[in-house]
Nanobody, 120 residues
Framework: QVHLVESGGGLVQPGGSLRLSCVAS????????MGWYRQAPAKQREVVAR???????EYGDSVKGRFTISRDNAKNTAYLEMNSLKPEDTAVYYC??????????????WGQGTQVTVSS
């Protein structure tokens, strides 16, 4: 059974910072690409940041220069460091893991999400 458990969300003032964590179980973590997505009310889910199994990174345009994604394969954990937060960053943030099972089947797993609210 695969589980992705996010934590670290909450209420923060504009300009503040938060660090999200995603702990994975049930997968060979080092072989999976990890990503953070977000969905605001009445909006489509969008990519925030992704980090490949080899460490290659990409960011959504709206968070470049403010957010940093990282991973610790020894801890089966992906992180999202969010700085200079804006009210428009308010959303539910989801962790995603994409990889291939031993039989070659592509797997795409999601966490339950963690709420981030940026407000004064």
């Amino acid at each position: 059974q695969v589980h992705l458990v996010e934590s670290g969300g909450g209420l923060v003032q504009p300009g503040g910072s938060l660090r999200l964590s995603c702990v994975a179980s049930g997968i060979i973590f080092r072989g999976y690409a990890m990503g953070w997505y977000r969905q605001a009310p009445a909006k489509q889910r969008e990519v925030v940041a992704r980090i490949g199994s080899g460490g290659n990174i990409e960011y959504g345009d709206s968070v470049k220069g403010r957010f940093t994604i990282s991973r610790d394969n020894a801890k089966n954990t992906a992180y999202l460091e969010m700085n200079s937060l804006k009210p428009e960053d308010t959303a539910v943030y989801y962790c995603n893991a994409v990889g291939y099972a031993s039989d070659g089947t592509r797997e795409d797993h999601w966490g339950q999400g963690t709420q981030v609210t940026v407000s004064s």
